[in-house]
């Protein structure tokens, strides 16, 4: 089966990207996610080894050297690239024209420094002098590999042409800041996230981790109740099954979702600022493409200005066609949730949440005389008392 026609050259670079720096995947297993055949993917595995990246895109027809070019032209050039892309500064410009001179694209021999390109931007009133002095060099922390945490949240909602909202739904990948899934939703209803995690989770396999705000539709997870225990949401206990552990940033402290934060500001620059769309179907073409830009094109300054592809290997956790059985040890005490969320333990009814209505759960006795601790799957729920 071929690559998608909207993005075929996009997708084949991500594809090697991934098949290159993955070490953990198997080759047949990374195919079956882009919906290839092997023989198609090792076409081009062959294709990039033998003459790298140009043999994926179309070359330049472009001289890559011209006797009648001077700076000017350079210049020139340099200026129209940040025309199309006016939220990227100097380093990124430098090393997408270095990605250029490699791939065999770019047009001159000489490569201008940072510092020239900046000249460039400031003689052609290209650079807001009140925001350059407002740039910092931030440290930051990230998982020591791909896949141990994702972050998503929701971009806030826009007004399409139509007069309809459009919520984009972002996930990112910690380690690498790869965007595992950027898509154009009609709401921010339970099941549209779901259904957007699960084609995330058929490409890209399962994460053991995901951080999100206190929001709708996982919010509700933070919510105490008056027996003093949180509750869960539908999202959750799905991922619990799942055994991928569902986290919260703290209220009010945005800064704990860095990172998407940022990657939320970048796409609102980059896209929301530029463009009017006239419904979803055109959000989620245009998303796609520009999606593909930043995973593969686009240089990141916290990656030292690699791409994020060249970071990111895809999970070897593959999304399961059924959710695996609830499983529990023998020596513990099983009890199934009642329609009005509660248990019945030793002649107590306990609450655990409606959420949990029909689901089995284990109770174990803890270190404490007269206490429990309750668990779905492997997730805590709440301890219980007899003192």
């Not at 007004?159 to 154009?184: E, K, Q, T, W």
């Not at 939703?185 to 995330?200: F, G, H, Q, S, W």
């Not at 490409?203 to 509700?220: F, Q, S, T, V």
């Not at 969320?341 to 270190?367: L, M, P, R, T, W």
Request: charged content about 30%.
């Amino acid at each position: 089966m071929p690559f998608k026609n909207i993005t075929a050259m996009d997708q084949r670079i991500e594809f090697i990207l991934l098949f290159s720096s993955n070490k953990k995947l198997k080759f047949n297993e990374l195919c079956r996610r882009y919906k290839i055949s092997r023989t198609t993917g090792y076409k081009w595995v062959n294709r990039y080894k033998t003459g790298g990246i140009k043999d994926l895109i179309d070359r330049s027809k472009r001289p890559i050297n011209s006797p009648s070019k001077y700076n000017g032209d350079i210049e020139k050039y340099v200026v129209d690239l940040r025309k199309e892309e006016p939220e990227w500064g100097s380093k990124k410009l430098h090393r997408i024209l270095y990605n250029r001179q490699i791939e065999g694209s770019y047009p001159f021999e000489i490569i201008p420094c940072r510092n020239t390109i900046s000249k460039m931007l400031k003689r052609n009133d290209l650079i807001d002098s009140e925001r350059s002095l407002q740039s910092k060099a931030y440290k930051h922390f990230e998982y020591a590999e791909p896949n141990e945490l994702w972050q998503m949240d929701f971009k806030g909602y826009f007004l399409m042409l139509n007069n309809n909202r459009c919520h984009p739904l972002a996930i990112l990948d910690d380690h690498s800041r790869f965007n595992v899934g950027l898509y154009a939703c009609n709401d921010e209803k339970n099941v549209t996230v779901k259904i957007r995690l699960i084609e995330a989770f058929e490409r890209y396999g399962l994460p053991l981790r995901i951080l999100a705000d206190n929001g709708n539709p996982w919010g509700p997870t933070i919510m105490e109740t008056d027996a003093g225990f949180k509750t869960f949401s539908e999202i959750e206990k799905w991922l619990i099954r799942l055994n991928i552990r569902l986290i919260h940033g703290r209220p009010y402290h945005p800064q704990t979702q860095g990172k998407e934060e940022r990657f939320n500001k970048t796409f609102k620059n980059e896209v929301l600022k530029r463009n009017n769309f006239k419904n979803t179907e055109h959000c989620q073409e245009y998303f796609d493409i520009w999606r593909e830009k930043y995973n593969c094109i686009r240089p990141h300054e916290s990656l030292n200005l690699d791409v994020p592809a060249s970071h990111y290997s895809p999970s070897k956790r593959t999304y399961p066609a059924q959710l695996p059985p609830v499983e529990y040890d023998d020596y513990e005490s099983i009890r199934k949730v009642a329609e009005n969320g509660s248990i019945s333990f030793q002649n107590k009814h306990f609450k655990i949440g409606k959420g949990f209505k029909g689901e089995y759960v284990a109770i174990k006795k803890n270190d404490n005389d007269a206490e429990f601790d309750i668990y779905f799957c492997n997730q805590f729920l709440r301890n219980i008392s007899f003192k």
